[in-house]
């Protein structure tokens, strides 16, 4: 899944790909109608046949077995956009997001997390949408011992159109005041899958195939898999640490992003600096070519010098 950053959100194009139409007649002589089975694949045995992948034209889920054939649509059809403003609070630093869902997707989204520093957190939402609070770091696949996601999802009934975050729109503000100082996170966006005459189908038909079946299909069904995930700013770094170490990591984690490569050079230049005034005076050298370096950049320069 391709990475994306700040103001420049840009998930790869994907193209929804309704699974076909098919009919299967089933024949049984009246006296094995009743019968019990008198052989059952073991659970999480793959048997002959069974398949599960992803169609690389649509991403949605191609998955073979027991002679049938199922495609499942991900919630991945969707193209997020985050900008991002950070200003001081009493609590520490308060950031202001809005979210648009860029047009060219099929699906409106109605669910982020966001993986920020542990610790208090006061967060707001715009109308339609409240935040669900912090969650366990296992939803996210967190590593990072330090983080937790946050959460917010969409306050409003299925059938509901107002303020439906749909492909060409945006909403905001959704406002988080942390302690923790800005870094890059990761923010995993879920798109909603529409109620459709193939949808029961595709769950009906998942349930007759094999359990390794089942098992892999939600390797990629589940979430954040079947999210959308982009990089953005967030509270990340604890201002009591060793905020030149913790920069340090930043600029070199940003420096192997495709959206910073034409300042890569800069950036590892900044990151071997020895001291903050160091690192502030190579950073604000560097010559960003776009909103999305000018912005973590700033973000940058902020945490050093808070």
Known sequence: MRHTLVLLAAPV?????QPAQKTTVMKAEPATVNAPPTWKPAPGVRQPGDSVQVDPSSGDLVVTGSGQRVQVVRRIHHKPQFSVRITKSGAGVRYSYTLS??????????LFTMDILKGPVTATAPPYWWFLGTGDPKITDNQDERLAPVMWGRRAEDDDDNGKLMPGTQA?????E???????VKI??????????????EEAQLARLSQWV??????YLRFPANAVLSTTIGPKIDPAADRLSFVRTELLYAAGLPDFAHIHAG????????SVAGMRQAIAGIRPASTTQVSFLSAMDFTLSY
Do not use: D, M, W
């Not at 869902?101 to 109605?110: D, E």
């Not at 995993?188 to 189908?201: L, V």
């Not at 089942?214 to 390797?219: C, D, F, H, I, N």
């Not at 950036?267 to 020895?274: I, P, S, V």
């Open 214 to 219: 089942l098992e892999q299909s939600q390797q």
């Open 13 to 17: 194009a994907l193209v929804q790909t």
């Open 178 to 184: 942390s302690r923790g100082l800005p870094g890059l």
């Open 172 to 176: 905001g503000p959704f406002v988080l």
């Open 267 to 274: 950036l590892t230049a900044a990151a071997n600096a020895t």
């Open 101 to 110: 869902n860029l047009p060219g997707g099929s699906q409106y989204i109605h």
């Open 188 to 201: 995993f966006t879920e798109g909603y899958k529409e109620a459709s005459a193939s949808a029961p189908a």
